[in-house]
C-alpha cells in the first residue's frame, strides 16, 4: 500500500476553495401558479354553485313554502306580522305553538326598555317589581303598545332589569287599556 503526501501550498483543481461555495438554485419550469387545470377547477366550482343557488331557490318557490316531511307547509303562522291597524281582542301573534316557551306573563304593552336592556315593557299590577322588560325578534311589538296581551317568550338573566324576556308569542286580552299602578 502507497502512502500518498499532500502537499497544502498547492492548490487542488478537484476540491472547491472555501469562498468558492457553489449555491444551489432550483430549475423552475412553470414560474405562474395559474394553469388551465386551476382555472377549469375555479370555473367548475363557480358554475357548481350558481346551479344549486338557483335549483334551492326554484324548487323553494314551486313547494310553495313547504318543507319536506311536514303535512301543512304553512310557516306563515310561526312568524305572523302584526297588523299597523285592526288588532283585536284575542288575535295571536308569533309561534302558534304555546308550549314551545316555558314562561307566561299578562299586562299593559309600553314603549322602553331599563337602561338598554330590552325595547317594550310589560306593566303589571304591584308596582315595578313585577314590571317585565322584553324584547321580540319575531313579532313587532311597537303596533301591540297600549294593549292588555299575555306574552309567551323565554326569560333571560338581566343585568338591570329584574325580569327580562325574549317573546315569542302573544295574545290580544284588551284593547286600549291604561297602565296599572
Do not use: C
Not at 414560474?31 to 370555473?43: D, Q, W, Y
Not at 354553485?49 to 313554502?65: I, R
Not at 306563515?76 to 304555546?98: M, W
Amino acid at each position: 500500500m502507497e502512502i500518498k503526501t499532500i502537499d497544502l501550498d498547492r492548490a487542488d483543481p478537484v476540491t472547491p476553495r472555501v469562498d468558492e461555495v457553489p449555491v444551489y438554485q432550483p430549475k423552475i419550469t412553470n414560474k405562474s401558479m395559474i394553469s388551465k387545470s386551476n382555472i377549469l377547477t375555479v370555473v367548475t366550482f363557480i358554475i357548481v354553485a350558481v346551479a344549486g343557488f338557483y335549483t334551492g331557490a326554484t324548487l323553494k318557490t314551486s313547494l310553495g313554502g313547504k318543507t319536506a316531511g311536514s303535512t301543512s307547509g304553512d310557516l306563515k303562522n310561526i312568524q305572523a306580522e302584526v297588523p299597523v291597524t285592526g288588532v283585536k281582542v284575542g288575535d295571536i301573534y308569533g309561534s302558534p305553538d304555546e308550549k314551545a316557551f316555558n314562561t307566561t306573563a299578562t299586562g299593559v304593552l309600553d314603549k322602553g326598555g331599563l337602561n338598554g336592556e330590552g325595547t317594550h315593557k310589560l306593566v303589571r299590577p304591584g308596582g315595578p317589581s313585577q314590571t317585565v322588560y322584553m324584547t321580540s325578534s319575531v313579532i313587532d311589538l311597537d303596533t301591540l303598545i297600549g294593549h292588555q296581551i299575555t306574552v309567551w317568550g323565554e326569560t333571560f338573566k338581566g343585568q338591570k332589569a329584574g325580569w327580562l324576556m325574549d317573546v315569542g308569542r302573544v295574545k290580544v286580552e284588551n284593547l286600549n287599556m291604561p297602565l296599572p299602578k
